[in-house]
């Protein structure tokens, strides 16, 4: 039991850092697929009252800039993959064919509900090349998205 | 000449319009009090008036306590065409203009800002999300409710949807003793934010492996208006956090009630919001729609692990660790689809074991190579989890209970309530199986000869039982203060405790063994010095059979003066119906000088 309270007294003084921080280091869309999450502790405070630290998050239209994406209202592609751990999420269903994270990803990129399933299958045939090596960053996937979809006779047409 | 005299026909025809707002009893409609929070005898605190102290929630000084001034100012305020009090008060203008019948002067449309965020805000849809127990964070324990909008009407792109989250701004350097004090006795400003919902399935069902659920409400277009207007409202103002009532959920049950004053909802009196009554209150006052079960990542990897046999098992644990273990004959021997299988387990258990922490360059190449093995192999349907029964279906979350029964030659009578929530023997529809979460749980006893007696109170009772296997090694922990009765030489004392322990458990079928290595402290009137404490170990195994739950128990404490203290019990719970239950249970009991057995049947009762 002390011990418990100890850790969780321990877990509290080592707040202060920034619990998310989106678009990963660098920023420019410069995250990771894989990226660990750093700073789990903070994050564990911060749930102590079901809050977030730090800054208000309202989602303005205009939070869209460089680094921080948190506070964008709409999506398109990239700034979907540069939220932090998701585009693990999309790697995973592309490799698999099928998932929501690559549903909302087909979504986000303006894709017709009767071509989505095409989309998908695409990404599939082609997941090798999106992720071409385990260091690429959301913009090269992003990148490797699009010529993709431009070498496709139907997904070209959204390009 | 002409101006002047329209000056006064505007004049005059506001203060017929104030005057007719007073009359009608505006102030008073259950809309305007919803828009201005004000607490209609839900909660404790601020009685009367609004839950909001913050001055920019109000155009009247006295805004926050004085619901008919603050009608006047508003209307004031929100009648001149382009104004910019319309801007702010969206919701309000538009209840306003309806009520008092104002005409259609431009409206909202100069407000720029204001029009593009509700461009970009979408509103097809709106769901409450219930992420289930946290065990590891206090205030979550209890579950945690959000509000999700939706751009679409289907499935597709929920992860693009909005998630709506009251809670604590937590922003200085503090230790999370003060934060529980301060969220106990007010003092934390609560905000409403407005974050991506990928960001809430990432924090709760990837990184805190909380399974969640999702339920659809049916408001309509003009309700849903409601809320959106009303939210933006509520951007950057500043409410009290309270752990206990005006928490995360009792917020967004406001928010709800706004979009239908006439439903009830914030009628009766709420001691404590718990999550999963505010998901049951909305059900009952017919909000809810359908559900969605979102497993966490823990019980994917769970479901995968069930389809595979021990072979396969080892392959892929084989494989998290090793990616050249694809290449190897047995690996490939394996169908195509129990590749995919193996491949899928093997990736699964790797990101599970690597979501926290710094980046490793070593893991990501891994993770990346198992998924190529993945992409390579036919994909394989239906793995998902199995969909347990929903949280709002489970047993009340307060309990009494009345117990008769014999502690040696004595015979016994006595009664019990609790607060709050579940025991591990309680029927686990709805619950996590292995948990004990309990707060103020008392019980009196009258024993033949004696007066009537505090037999036990648990303040806070935690138990949480996380199975192992192959490829899980979670710790299972317990924590429990309160007071209790034990022998101490001849005759029982009541004791003030708090133990705790870690330990093991596993998961065979229905049974889950377990042990744990324990400590306690306390204080009694027997032993000299203030606080004595002891060491011990405690190991049990829980049956949940379907039709009744039993748990057999064995504890041994030793104490630092040499005093010793033994428990052992059988204990079988037989739910009848989802509000009762029958408990009886053998326990043998004692220390040093003294042991006995006590026999007792209960009757529980959950409610609320």
Not at chain 2, 42 to 55: L, M
Not at chain 2, 298 to 307: G, H, N, S, T, V
Not at chain 2, 308 to 313: D, F, R, S
Not at chain 2, 491 to 515: A, C, D, E, F, I
């Amino acid at each position: 039991m002390k011990k418990t309270l100890l850790a969780l007294a321990l877990v509290g003084t080592s707040f202060g850092a920034q619990a998310n921080a989106p678009g990963g280091p660098g920023c420019g869309w410069g995250n990771m697929v894989f990226e660990g999450q750093a700073g789990m502790p903070v994050h564990i405070v911060a749930t102590l009252v079901n809050g977030t630290s730090g800054n208000k998050t309202f989602g303005m239209t205009s939070g869209t800039n460089g680094c921080d994406t948190s506070g964008a209202l709409a999506y398109h592609g990239k700034n979907m993959l540069a939220q932090q751990g998701i585009m693990e999420e999309v790697a995973q269903d592309m490799a698999v064919g099928d998932g929501e994270a690559l549903t909302a990803l087909s979504v986000s990129i303006g894709i017709a509900p009767e071509d989505r399933s095409r989309f998908k299958q695409t990404m599939h045939e082609n997941f090798s090349s999106i992720f071409s090596e385990e260091d690429v960053t959301a913009e090269e996937v992003m990148s490797n998205i699009r010529s993709v979809m431009k070498s496709d006779e139907k997904l070209a047409t959204y390009s | 000449m002409k101006g002047i005299f329209t000056l006064l026909a505007l004049l005059v025809g506001w203060s017929a319009v104030a005057a007719q707002a007073s009359d009608s009893g505006l102030a008073e409609h259950p809309r305007w009090k919803a828009l201005l929070h004000i607490n209609q005898g839900t909660t404790w605190r601020y009685q009367g008036r609004s839950y909001v102290d913050d001055p920019d929630f109000f155009l009247h000084e006295n805004g926050a306590t004085d619901a008919q001034a603050e009608l006047e100012a508003n209307i004031d305020q929100l009648r001149p065409p382009e104004s910019d009090a319309r801007c702010r008060f969206p919701a309000r203008y538009r209840f306003l203009s309806e009520q008092l019948d104002w005409p259609d002067d431009g409206g909202l449309s100069h407000c720029e800002d204001y029009v593009e965020w509700r461009k970009a805000m979408p509103q097809a849809r709106v769901a409450l999300i219930f992420p289930a127990s946290y065990l590891n964070s206090p205030s979550s324990m209890f579950g945690h409710t959000l509000l999700r909008i939706d751009r679409g009407n289907d499935e597709d792109g929920v992860w693009l949807s909005r998630a709506i989250n009251f809670g604590a701004t937590v922003g200085g350097e503090e230790n999370s003793i003060l934060y529980i004090y301060k969220g106990l006795v007010g003092g934390y400003p609560g905000y409403f934010n407005n974050v991506p919902y990928m960001n809430k399935i990432r924090d709760y069902a990837h990184l805190e492996n909380r399974d969640m659920w999702e339920y659809q409400l049916n408001l309509n277009e003009s309700e849903r208006e409601w809320l959106v207007a009303h939210l933006w409202e509520l951007q950057d103002i500043r409410f009290d956090y309270l752990f206990l009532d005006e928490n995360c959920s009792f917020r967004l049950l406001e928010l709800i009630a706004l979009t239908r004053p006439e439903s009830g909802l914030m009628d009766s009196f709420r001691i404590a919001e718990i999550p999963v009554n505010t998901v049951r209150a909305l059900d009952e006052s017919g909000f809810i729609e359908s559900s969605v079960y979102r497993p966490s990542k823990a019980k994917e990897l769970d479901a995968l692990i069930q389809r595979l046999t021990e072979v396969e098992k080892d392959l892929a644990l084989g494989l998290s660790q090793e990616e050249r273990v694809s290449e190897t004959d047995a690996f490939q021997v394996l169908a195509p689809k129990r590749r995919h299988l193996v491949a899928r387990t093997a990736y699964a258990h790797l990101r599970l074991n690597n979501r926290e922490g710094e980046r490793k360059q070593e893991v990501a190449a891994r993770s990346l190579a198992l998924l190529r093995v993945v992409n390579k192999t036919p994909a394989v349907k239906e793995i998902e989890p199995e969909r347990p029964v929903s949280p709002k279906k489970g047993h009340g979350t307060k309990m009494i209970a009345a117990t008769g029964g014999t502690l040696g030659e004595t015979g016994f009578g006595e009664f019990q309530a609790r607060l709050s929530y579940h025991d591990w023997l309680d029927a686990p529809t709805g619950f996590l199986k292995g948990a004990t979460i309990e707060a103020f749980n008392l019980r009196v006893r009258k024993a033949e000869s004696d007066d009537l007696a505090l037999e036990r109170l648990d303040v806070v009772n935690i138990r949480s039982l996380a199975p192992r296997n192959k490829f899980r090694k979670p710790a299972s922990w317990f924590v429990n203060f309160g007071l209790d009765r034990r022998f101490i030489g001849n005759k029982r004392h009541l004791t003030r405790q708090v133990q705790g322990g870690g330990g093991l458990s596993w998961s065979l079928g229905p049974v889950m063994p377990y042990g744990y290595a324990m400590a306690r402290a306390e204080n009694n009137s027997a032993h000299d010095p203030f606080v004595s404490t002891a060491a011990g170990a405690k190991t049990g195994i829980l049956w949940y059979a379907g039709p009744f739950q039993a748990g057999l128990d064995a504890e041994g404490l030793y104490y630092q003066n040499d005093d010793v203290s033994f428990t052992t019990s059988a204990t079988l719970n037989l739910p009848l119906g989802p509000d009762h239950a029958v408990r009886a249970s053998i326990e043998r009991e004692g220390g040093r000088e003294r042991v006995e057995t006590e026999f007792s049947l209960s009757w529980r009762y959950y409610f609320d």
